[in-house]
């Protein structure tokens, strides 16, 4: 089961510039929640400060409290251990190159030193599946690298990868910009059965994959989040008049 | 279209809806209850800590390795310094029997014996990197410029044999001899044809020290902008006009930056200078005679030290060299970096 | 079209002077010049590779005849008796090497691993820049480093000494390559493993360092080529060995030490056996570079 997520007065910085300004957000467990925006309006560095990816850049730092259940992800936890709980997928599919597909899917678990092979077995297997991959690759799963993929194959891979470690949230960043449609439809298919075991946040430039995907959705604009409200309310009946130029393509 | 019976869910949870149905049940994708999580326990900071130390450890320890340096060259010298102070860089007189050290021949042939291998070195290496850059066929570039690294790679004792048993002799049978008939008046080129000597430690310098000079040439000239050539040839150049005005213009200080490079290597080798150059310390104007590096008396002469004194002089050479190549490393790393803008340097070898 | 009266003549056309340009040509100088030039730098390639071909010619020529089984295997016979060969140096050369290898290797690496992780600062410069300098260090000074270091201490010759010079022209090379093999991996193959809570330490080994395997393996090769072949820093750290010497704690034969005393030797029998060392220690070391040369070629890079 996911759990939810919640936000408060969140603010971002990178060196002395100031990217995320006060963001209040209660993310709904066992959902899908989108986040659009136009380009720079901060939506992925909200994302990653989600996971605590914002810190590798450095100079980066944040201020505010985010709790992800009843874990803190500020005050107290390793990011390590939060990052085990948290999976992400990046914009541009990146399994690892040396490895195989059965190893990419397991990086997580083996490298956090587990072990035992059967079980591995099983959640390769388990992850694979979820992720859809599975018939496409179940006979060459030691064989064939990561990479030596097609880029839809590839970004599900990392999906499955992420799903491996079992985290109770699902954070993707534009998963689908770098794929053809077809990938897209499926992966967007796939969040729809994920919302079901997990929460997911996705962020995304395509308006119409949030209405498609997400129940809920969230309007960034320059570092500010102007609207959180229902998918439905937000393209058909928006609250501020800036969230209705831009999904009315006023401008973005 | 919206329920307006729900609550305004600006900034809490609000009420999960179902999910369409009709695509939730596809029966192929079953996806299992989640049991608990595999990697569940504490996760503890010291082994990132840790290694992080370890690393920055190894960086201090690169660091540490030229204080090392320093020090033992300062302190092994210390006996000499005291005894003779700065004149000890102007003495001629390498007396081990009297404990009287003068290391002038030393630096004079350090010095005549890099600078005579530059002045074969520069013109040939410049004709390398000119010919594989501007005017070789691409399909030779990759072997021409693999076989000129292939003359790096050649350790300085195979050199030096070769010297000794190829160089010398055809040196001795004709090439002094015409030096001698021909430019002997300059007064360079008089007194017996040993074949050792000078003349053949610059020689054989000049072999070892081509591959660094016209590598790096390479490099920058590599790096001159393909409109400065076009701008040339556009006014109506020949081939070697467009090189001279567009590219070797452009790339003077890079160039000049990679004989120094090579003046710096020249003043370190030990090995092949000491086979040929006739190892005895005195300062002669022909390049017939036989001469004496800084780098051979240490290699001739550190073992069979005996007496505290006469080691200490022999470090002092050694620190004198350690801060001359330092220095003229550095000055050609700045001519070459100013040109290239910092790309990475080759592993020079 | 202007009607034209079919019993004009020509000059009621109008005539426009269409200017002719004249290119001059160029001129007989300039174009000699050019192919005097061509000419002249063929030439310095014929004069920069003659060496080069020679060197291997005479090799071959002078060194194949000696090296037999005996020379392999035997060490070296008391001046005059003509056999023997170079057993204990070629052995006593690996030893060293090896001894350089294990200080170096992973010293070298490490180093490698702080310049591009942990380096990219004001104190990664300053590694930077040592490194450098360090490169430009005369060799023949390394091994009066060693010397006080440990030769001093010991009160003798020993492998460990020769090992310790060649340990320290080895790091930097090393550190250097290790760190651009390390840049070239992307920031996004360590994200992805930052996201899936691998902690940093086991993301740069595993995964960071494991990318870029192939060229840090290029580069320790490289360095390991340089060292092999020299000769100044064990003059006074490894001392040379006529016999065999098993113990790192005595003076110890190595194969560039004995072609150097050979040579300059008044013995014939030498000279000839210095000629067959040399092409040894000519075919490993430019076979340890050439190797890497085609890995590099064929092996992938995978993910630079």
New interface residues.
Partial sequence: ?GV?ITVEHLNAFYGKTQALFDI???V????ATALIGPSGCGKSTFIRCLNRMHETIPEARVEGKVHIGDLSVYNGT?A??LR??VGMVFQKPNPFPTMSIYDNVAAG?KL?G?RNRK?LDE?VH?SL??S?LWDEVKDHLHKKSGASLSGGQQQRLCIARALA??PEVLLMDEPCSALDPISTGKIE?LI??????YTIVIVTHNMQQAARVA??TGFFLLGKMIE???T??IF??PSDKRTEDYVTGRFG | ??NQA?P???????E??H??SE??S?AA?K??T?TT???HG??S?I??A???W??????????A??G??VY??V??SQLSWHAFGWKFFGQSDWNPVEDQYGALPFIFGTIVSSLLSLVIAV??????A???TE?CPVRLRGI?S???E??A??????????A???LVPVLRAYVQPFLATTLGWTGLFSGPPYGIGMLAAGVILA?MV?PII?SITREVLTVVPQHQREAVLAL?A????M?RMGVLRNARAGIVGAIILGL?RA?????AVT?VIGNRPEIAKSLFAPGYTM?SV??NE??EATGDLYLSAL?EI?LA??FV??IV??LA?LMVWSVTRGQ??R??? | MPETNTNSTAAAIPQIKVPQFSVPP?SLR??V??HV??G??????A???L??F??FA??VF?GIGSINLAFLTQTPKPVGEPGGGMANAIVGSMVILGIASLLGVP?GI??G???S???RNR??D??RF????????????????A???VVMRQKHFSALAGGVALA?MM???I???TE?MLLLVPQAIREASYGL?V???RT?LSITLRTATSGVIT?VM??F??V?????PL??TA?GNQFWNWKTDQPTAAL?LQ??TY??SPFDEW?RQ??AG?LV??VL??GA?AAV?IAVKHGTLAGA
């Fill in positions: 089961m939810g209040n957000i209660v709904a467990q066992n959902h390793s390590t251990q085990r709980r678990l956090n587990f079980q959640v388990k599946h979820s859809a470690v079992q298919e729809f059965q994920l919302k079901e075991q129940e809920f959180f409200d229902k439905e309310k058909t009946n | 279209m919206s729900l305004r869910p600006r900034f809490s949870a609000p999960p809806e999910g369409p695509h939730g596809k994708l996806l299992e989640r999580p595999l990697l504490k996760v900071e082994p990132d840790a290694f992080g370890a690393m920055r450890l190894c960086g201090v320890a690169v660091v390795l030229l090392l340096i033992q060259l302190v092994g013109p040939l290496s410049i004709g390398v000119v010919f594989i005017m021409l693999f076989t000129t292939l003359l790679a050649i350790p300085s004792v195979v050199y030096g044999l070769w000794i048993f190829v072999i081509i016209s109506g020949t081939r070697w006009e090189i710096g003043l370190g080798e030990t090995m086979m780098a240490l290699a550190f073992t470090i050694g060299l350690f190549t330092i490393n550095a790393r990475p340097a592993g020079i070898a | 160029i300039r174009r010049m050019d030039m061509t002249v730098s063929v030439l310095t390639v004069l920069v590779l060496p080069l020679a060197i005479y090799l002078k010293l490490g180093a691993i702080f310049l992780e942990y380096g104190y990664g300053i590694v040592v490194s450098d300098v360090l490169n430009g260090v005369p060799s023949i000074v390394i091994g009066i480093v010397y006080g270091l320290i790091i930097p090379t550190a250097r390559t651009q809570g902690s940093r330490w740069t580069g490289l360095a080529a340089r092999a072949g020299e000769t100044a003059l006074f001392f560039s072609i150097f040579a300059i000279h210095a000629w040399a220690l000519i070391i430019v570079v040369r």
